[in-house]
């Protein structure tokens, strides 16, 4: 599924409306009927509604909806909230439509009167304000939205809670908060940032019937990696496959007092599909995992202080490599990420201790010839590039983009919506997991899940999509039966990926 920004959507429409000669008046009338159809699912023909219409096409939707529902026996009472030239174009269209079918609305006075009449209403409907707004919001609307976000009943947002922008890097004023929202056609890009998602409360998509061929012409690169995605791609295994096959990998990374991390990998690795899998690790460390990972082969590296000192006697012609986890932050690191990045000839992922140490070596990155894949977490890619962690999280898509494309990488920025950018700037964003996942080693174990992935059948960028999804997705398996977003461990994601790979394989 697409995502866009408020322009994208504008490209859209107007393709829509100059090239294929769909009128935007009956894009608006199929918005409001696929709008009206959905909250008839959700909200009973018994419950009071009141709709508030703003001056733009998003309140064109909301009249639209009104008659919509009125038409099917709902109690709606309709506000607008603009003067009557105010409203223009297509808007003004189906406010004519809607007076001429025999309906009537209110105007909107002060909040006084507002409170009055919306005192018995059960839903307040928020047409207000679309994708068009822009900057401090100004009267009436600041009111407005004050006044909905005291609103005791339910709230539903059409298209986006109005006062919210569409797009990253911009500030957040005054938005309504919904409890809903039906988002028309593409979820807009707000949908997925730490700072705006949850103004939208529970959110879905209804289609307005624009041809997918539109949204291709428009070249939008940003996409929601969903299940059927996986179900897609994730290569089925052939009867006849061997070990080999299913790929040789090499974990880099661990310390004397960090061998948890690698061991996560490594296991992670081995259950999310890898064929064959080399740990190489300082003595102490092996010493430690032979017993927990007893599928992995081990290569003793020399060490210095508890830390790897040099991987020169490192064999470098795995299908991939990872590097990184729990290897530490030591003078040396800088110089092993070196010869990773100049030796590896397969898929390297560079991850966690690694990502720091990459720092001085950002100019050797495009010079490699096979994939490189950075998974950093927001304070590791700010560190990257040098912005402060909330100035990164604005505009993570942004960023995201900038430095996949400026040094031919594949980034995985991790979060709740975890951000996938290829080397060519497309975009695709992951939805599963939840706050369990928030504790330390998960990270680990998406690095290892990663791994295995990129060794299968299908292209980098499927696979990183495919194993953030399913990283992700046992944890909402996990929290839904045998744990909760207290207890979740990251070893027990390695263990849950049996039931998400058994629901996926069905
Ligand atoms: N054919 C189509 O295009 C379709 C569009 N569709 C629908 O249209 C929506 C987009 O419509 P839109 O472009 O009219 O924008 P929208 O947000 O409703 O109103 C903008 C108005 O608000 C005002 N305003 C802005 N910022 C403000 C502020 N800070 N404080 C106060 N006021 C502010 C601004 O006023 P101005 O600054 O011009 O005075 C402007 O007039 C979209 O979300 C979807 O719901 C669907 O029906 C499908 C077909
Ligand atoms: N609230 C959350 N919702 C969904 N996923 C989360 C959440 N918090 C963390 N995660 C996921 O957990 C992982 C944490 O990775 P990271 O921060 O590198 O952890 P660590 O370094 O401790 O292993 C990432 O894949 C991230 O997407
Ligand atoms: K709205």
Redesign the pocket.
């Known amino acids: 599924m697409y995502f866009v920004t408020?322009q994208e959507?504008?490209d859209t429409?107007?393709f829509a409306?100059e090239r294929i000669g769909v009128e935007?008046k009956l894009?608006?009338e199929?918005?409001?009927r696929a709008v009206a159809d959905q909250i008839e699912l959700f909200v009973s023909d018994q419950k009071r509604l009141a709709v508030l219409i703003?001056?733009?096409?998003?309140?064109?939707?909301g009249f639209?909806i009104a008659r919509t529902l009125l038409q099917r026996g709902y109690d709606v009472e309709v506000i607008v909230c603009a003067s009557p030239s105010?409203i223009k174009?297509?808007?003004a269209y189906h406010r004519d439509v809607f007076r001429n079918s025999g309906f009537t609305f209110t105007r909107y006075e002060d909040v006084e009167n507002l409170g009055h009449s919306l005192k018995e209403k059960d839903v307040l409907i928020d047409?207000?304000?679309?994708?068009?707004?822009?900057?401090?919001?100004?009267?009436p609307?600041?009111q407005l939205i004050s006044f909905v976000n005291q609103f005791e009943g339910e709230v539903i947002s059409?298209?986006?809670p109005?006062?919210l922008p569409?797009d990253e890097g911009v500030k957040v004023?005054q938005a309504v908060q919904a409890d809903r929202t039906v988002v028309?056609?593409y979820p807009k890009v707000s949908a997925f940032l730490e700072h705006t998602a949850a103004y939208y409360g529970r959110w879905e998509v209804v289609d307005?019937g624009l041809p997918s061929t539109v949204i291709q012409s428009q070249q939008s690169q940003k996409r929601v990696w969903a299940e059927q995605d996986v179900s897609n791609t994730l290569p089925i295994r052939d009867a006849f496959s061997h070990k080999g096959k299913h790929g040789k990998g090499l974990v880099i990374g661990g310390a004397v007092a960090m061998p948890g991390s690698i061991a996560m990998t490594s296991r992670a690795a081995l259950r999310a599909g890898a064929g064959l899998l080399t740990v190489a690790t300082v003595q102490e460390t092996i010493t430690a995992l032979a017993s927990t990972v007893v599928e992995a082969t081990y290569t003793t590296l020399p060490s210095e202080g508890g830390y790897i000192s040099d991987i020169g006697s490192v064999d470098f012609s795995y299908d991939a490599i990872a590097i990184g986890m729990g290897m530490g932050r030591h003078s040396e690191a800088e110089r092993m990420i070196q010869v990773a990045l100049e030796k590896t000839q397969g898929a390297l992922l560079i991850d966690a201790d690694g990502l720091y140490a990459l720092k001085g070596n950002l100019s050797s990155l495009k010079a490699r010839q096979n994939p490189t894949i950075l998974t950093p977490h927001p304070g590791e890619m700010a560190t990257l590039l040098d912005v402060s962690i909330p100035e990164l999280l604005h505009q993570p898509f942004a960023y995201s983009k900038a430095f996949a494309e400026e040094f031919q990488v594949y980034v995985v920025l991790k979060g709740a919506f975890t951000i996938i950018t290829t080397p060519q700037g497309h975009q695709w964003v992951t939805v599963t997991g939840n706050p369990g996942m928030a504790k330390g080693g998960s990270g680990d174990v998406l690095a290892g899940i990663l791994l295995a992935m990129v060794m299968q059948s299908q292209t980098v960028e499927e696979a990183l999509c495919n194993g953030t999804w399913i990283h992700g997705y046992t944890a909402d398996l996990l929290v839904q039966h045998q744990h909760s977003t207290y207890d979740l461990l990251a070893s027990d994601l390695i263990e849950g990926l049996a039931q998400t790979y058994r629901a996926l394989l069905r």
């Open positions: 408020a959507m504008y429409d107007q409306i935007g894009l608006m199929n918005a409001g703003g001056k733009g096409n998003n309140g064109g939707d639209v105010e174009g297509d808007a047409a207000l304000l679309g994708i068009g707004v822009k900057g401090a919001i100004r009267s609307y600041n059409v298209d986006l109005s006062g569409a004023d028309i056609q307005i």
